[in-house]
């Protein structure tokens, strides 16, 4: 009786945390909000495991502790190794968090009161931005929560998860909770939030119907109905159009070579390239964790890190760095992929590999390795095949 009042008291913790990470932890006036509430998660937790003697095994976490190792060790060459401490005690903050959540986190029902979590607080979150906004001005919105193309990523996790309940319940509220997410998303103007929940999207659908060639064929036709509605949203409203409409229009301008490229994506395209010839020079170790930004500011004059998750990690950490970080990512992906392979038991496989996957791709314009959400969405992907195995063998 006293374990399971426990639980239900750590379950309601870990939801008002995740709540936090939404509106606190980018805001320098709240987030001490955010890491109490980490804090008695964490304490909790670890008072649980002290009842019960015993710690779970996880090879990610095993992986992501050697990244860590690897950061840590690069003070020793760094150009500023002060900057390495700051990075470093962000990564072990991260990483009790994430040890605290694959030992609590050990049921189907606790799995999905984390997605519901996720979902609630993207809700709240976009609800609470459409309320203080001024719609009437063309501006990009979200950026009293923090970074506006942040808050757009992490309302489009809410929204895969969202995205993914419906698909598995035909649950109408769900599209009720995606309506003021994927507005706000819209509103962010952010191209990656805008990426991340088309592609994840189309992956899920895809997920769920490649066995046989009528469901492909309804792939196909969902797949297409959600571009051109897309699209049609951006480039037809006025107000989504001034926002990420014309930013959008950059990205193509890129690709095909006829419009304008925006300045955004000039720097970063320089910011890659310079981040290249950095790691030509030091491949192996690199310049120390979280120095491409005092390169950077040695060379241009303004400290900035490199908006591209691998040349942040290969310049910082190096290539053995990198593959260390990239590999532990892989290993979460594969099992995620052979347990579904062989039992169609867990519908929550899919919206996690649809982020890790996505996440990948949008590394290109995205450093995430120090993400709280990406990790600790990383580390409770790591847990699904052990956690349904276990349910299947009872």
């Known amino acids: 009786m006293k374990n399971i009042s426990l639980d239900k008291t750590i379950n309601l913790i870990l939801s008002m945390y995740i709540l936090s990470l939404y509106l606190f932890t980018y805001r320098e006036d709240l987030f001490i909000i955010s890491n109490v509430l980490s804090l008695i998660f964490v304490a909790l937790v670890f008072a649980q495991i002290l009842i019960h003697g015993k710690i779970k095994k996880n090879k990610y976490l095993l992986f992501h502790l050697l990244f860590i190792i690897v950061s840590m060790f690069s003070y020793f060459y760094a150009i500023k190794p002060q900057y390495v401490i700051g990075d470093v005690r962000t990564l072990v903050l991260i990483y009790i968090v994430m040890i605290a959540i694959v030992n609590f986190v050990d049921t189907p029902e ?14 709240i979150s976009s609800i609470y931005i459409l309320l203080i906004s001024d719609l009437t001005r063309i501006t990009r919105f979200g950026s009293e929560l923090g970074n506006v193309n942040d808050i757009g990523m992490i309302i489009g996790i809410s929204s895969i998860f969202s995205i993914n309940e419906y698909v598995r319940c035909k649950k109408k509220v769900h599209i009720l909770y995606l309506l003021p997410m994927l507005i706000v998303i819209l509103l962010t103007g952010s191209r990656k939030a805008i990426f991340f929940v088309v592609t994840a999207t189309l992956f899920i659908i895809y997920g769920k119907n490649n066995n046989r060639l009528k469901s492909k064929i309804k792939f196909l036709i969902w797949g297409t109905i959600i571009l051109i509605v897309t699209m049609y949203v951006v480039i037809k409203i006025p107000i989504f159009y001034e926002i990420i ?9 890129l690709i095909t070579g006829k419009g304008k490229v925006d300045n955004s994506v000039n720097t970063r395209l320089q910011m890659i390239e310079y981040g290249f010839e950095l790691f030509k020079t030091r491949p192996i170790l690199g310049y120390g964790a979280n120095n491409y930004k005092v390169l950077y500011g040695m060379s241009y004059g303004m400290e900035r890190y490199a908006h591209n998750n691998f040349i942040e990690l290969i310049v910082n950490v190096g290539i053995n760095g990198a593959f260390i970080y990239y ?68």
């Open 327 to 394: 590999l532990s990512n892989y290993m979460v992906l594969r099992d995620l992929y052979k347990y579904q392979k062989k039992n169609k038991n867990c519908d929550l496989i899919y919206p996690f590999m649809a982020i890790i996957i996505t996440y990948f791709l949008l590394g290109i314009s995205l450093v995430y390795y120090d993400s709280k959400h990406y990790s600790f969405l990383l580390a409770i992907a790591s847990i699904i095949p052990c956690v349904y195995s276990l349910e299947y063998r009872e």
């Open 245 to 253: 409409g014309k930013r959008l229009e950059g990205i193509f301008a």
């Open 110 to 123: 606790k799995l999905y009161k984390v997605v519901r979590a996720f979902i609630i607080s993207g809700v």
